[in-house]
């Protein structure tokens, strides 16, 4: 924060690291979903500051948000082709079985973010 010219702006340190993170991403030009994830959250940081780079976080937030989905539905069809669920019912004591629908949200959350796929990044996200 600079009190004298009345702006906020990104200490330099964290600014290059952002800027050398975004080099290296493009030149990989693919992530997991972590990463895609912790990419996001770095520039969403960087966003509260710079308010005209918000929209440009809009395609990676729309493509994280689209391969969630795919990945939770395929995940929770796959559990319950498996019956999962009423595996984990049948295990649970009678006192904790009202946080089932807990547990199972669990388990799909650590399969989700846990999956090492590669997605490559498309034109619009670069």
Not at 9 to 14: E, F, V
Not at 27 to 40: A, D, Y
């Amino acid at each position: 924060i600079d009190s004298r010219r009345m702006t906020v702006s990104l200490p330099d340190d964290k600014r290059d690291r952002l800027i050398e993170r975004l080099r290296s991403t493009i030149r990989l030009g693919s992530l997991n979903l972590r990463e895609i994830g912790e990419l996001l959250g770095h520039l969403g940081f960087a966003t509260t500051v710079c308010r005209w780079m918000r929209c440009a976080v809009f395609n990676l937030q729309n493509a994280l948000r689209t391969l969630l989905m795919q990945r939770y539905f395929a995940t929770k069809h796959a559990m319950d082709r498996n019956n999962r669920t009423q595996q984990i019912s049948s295990q649970l004591p009678n006192d904790i079985r009202d946080r089932l629908h807990q547990l199972v949200s669990r388990e799909i959350a650590q399969r989700r973010w846990g999956w090492r796929q590669q997605y490559r990044l498309s034109a619009a996200i670069r």
